[in-house]
């Protein structure tokens, strides 16, 4: 086990964490005012990455390698999308049913899926943003986790169960 003491060049009020195929860890922070962004750590060094690089902005919830090897970061924000040369960022305004993005996950058939706590699940599907939501009540539209089960139905787990 490796650790490392406090240092401005990681957070240490972790909301995210991933490993990724290179074997990078990635961790991001959910708490924006110690600590805004996220950092990749490669071994040896951290590398920060923040809004000057197109990062959505807030706390870190979710972070997600797709299968094409690009992260998704789910923040209080919208969510972002690092695909080694620069950050996608999507918000409402480009469909996402809510900015606060708690699960990333994407299905057999290449579609993201994005819980939101509150605003029920975007499936996005490279162009546009569809919303799944249970009108009038909360506790289902918050969505805590997706996953794919073997015979290809999505879960969601919800404040008010799956």
């Known amino acids: 086990m490796q650790w490392f003491p406090?240092?401005?060049?990681?957070?240490?009020?972790?909301?995210?964490?991933?490993?990724d195929r290179e074997g990078h860890l990635?961790?991001?922070?959910?708490y924006p005012d110690t600590y805004e962004g996220?950092?990749?750590?490669?071994?040896?060094?951290?590398?920060?990455?923040?809004?000057?690089e197109g990062l959505t902005g807030g706390g870190i919830y979710s972070l997600y390698e797709d299968q094409e090897g690009r992260v998704w970061i789910g923040a209080s924000q919208g969510v972002s999308r690092c695909d080694g040369k620069g950050f996608t960022t999507f918000t409402c305004a480009d469909g996402l049913p809510y900015e606060i993005v708690k699960a990333i996950a994407q299905t057999d058939n290449g579609r993201m899926w994005f819980g939101t706590e509150g605003g029920g699940v975007g499936c996005f599907d490279g162009q546009?943003?569809?919303t799944i939501q249970i009108p009038g009540d909360l506790d289902l539209n918050?969505?805590?986790?997706i996953y794919q089960d073997r015979q290809g139905q999505v879960w969601f787990a919800t404040r008010g169960g799956l």
């Open 128 to 130: 546009v943003f569809q």
């Open 142 to 145: 918050a969505i805590n986790a």
């Open 38 to 52: 996220i950092c990749r750590f490669d071994g040896e060094h951290f590398t920060a990455f923040s809004r000057a």
């Open 26 to 30: 990635w961790i991001g922070s959910r």
């Open 6 to 19: 406090f240092a401005p060049d990681y957070p240490v009020q972790i909301g995210g964490m991933l490993i």
